[in-house]
């Protein structure tokens, strides 16, 4: 397998596992080595009376990004924290984008960041995610 | 009114405006000045294939708790960032209980924690939330 | 030895180690399981033209109480990652105290909250740091 | 002024009323909108009894050259918060090189990230901070 051919079964053996991304009616549009893009519409129950996504629902879809991006190299990985920045309101109705790149790994650690933007670009919010590798494999190494 | 009676009413109002908290079968247990309590059951489409649940609804759990408990004084605030440390999986069908309080209150900015446990105490996650007061009110002041 | 005692001797131990607390002139004034108080004056290489304090230094303060706070139970812990929220400016000449105290302990991973406030109470600076146990203790234990 | 011009006058500035950056033995690299480069050589003062730097001496160097890269268009600004992960120690003698780069602007916030690494390039921490403008500016507008 190629590192690309590597992290595509990774990504299809994790969507396979998944409820919460499917449900929330996420798509995974991109996956490489530490990278991956995901887009989700902000529907009627993930907003207050005035129409602002919760943003229990923007980290949730960056998570899954950091999710897809840091298990792409037949380890499993989890997350061991985040952090996000709140950088202007989502509506009701816009499709965001989550594009996750890796920024750091060194030893079975690992940091990635997560820019969430709307349909036109603009920057919703940034999520950083440290992810730590559990040492089990996706996959069983053929010999 | 009292601080307790208008933290109480604020959080009925914000409660009127939520779509989310009550779509995830959130409980609203406890409000106070700078507190707040709410409970979820993680359901089928929180988690992975293995019952682990996703990191987006513990933050979207402790978030909500965030929301009530920084909305207490009658200004209406936002988050405008926030940092999550997993500590334990959560898993299907657990009751996670999260718990804010107020950590700083300085100009329009504010610090809160939240504890996230399962029914028996043992903690899942620790979530700390920036706060940012956007300077308008849940109610006209009556004169 | 009892658990204070074992702290205590912890603490001495790093402390016969650490360059950096005694040459910014820092005291340790407190330490108890999980438990640090150390103070701080801030001196004229620690400013700007202002004499408003660098954040670095509000931040290394922190960051010892965290540590001698951290390595209070024979086990080596060190500073996996940390965060902090500045409140207040602090200034020429204000002696500043840092008190950590534990938030959680998991495994080999704990969360730390470091409160730096000036003489009179005021809040300057937030930290909560992540420790990681190293697996090796300060003195071998006896048989 | 071009831009580019305007970042160097905002760095002379700053650098005349810093007595941290220098006392450390800072010097600034490079600075441009948006970004800046520190480096600085770890001291005898800077680590503990096994020459493992401390904490805050990595994070002062980052924060500075957080500093220098948001203070680049005029306006003054400064640091609302920020978040450090450690990856690798860093030791007596090495020189860290710190290049600061902006993720993002939005209204008067702004996050900038800076990485820490050794003279062979390896990663030493990754830094994210916050900054916030003050609406005040470093040079007055000739007319």
Not at 20 to 46: D, N, Q, R, W, Y
Not at 112 to 118: E, L, P, S
Request: aromatic content about 8%; overall charge neutral; hydrophobic content about 45%.
């Amino acid at each position: 397998m190629t590192p690309q051919e590597l992290a595509e079964a990774c990504a299809a053996a994790m969507w396979r596992e998944d409820r919460t991304s499917p449900a929330l009616g996420m798509s995974l549009e991109h996956v490489a080595p530490g990278e991956a893009t995901l887009s989700m519409e902000i529907g009627p129950t993930m907003v207050n009376g005035h129409g602002i996504c919760h943003g229990g629902f923007i980290f949730t879809l960056a998570d899954s990004a950091f999710a897809f991006a840091s298990n792409t190299y037949g380890e499993r990985v989890v997350a061991a924290g985040a952090s996000i920045s709140f950088l202007r309101p989502a509506r009701l109705g816009m499709r965001l984008r989550a594009v996750a790149s890796e920024r750091a790994r060194a030893g079975r650690s690992g940091i990635y960041d997560i820019r969430v933007a709307d349909e036109a670009g603009k920057l919703i919010a940034e999520f950083r995610g440290q992810s730590r590798g559990l040492g089990t494999r996706f996959f069983e190494e053929a010999s």
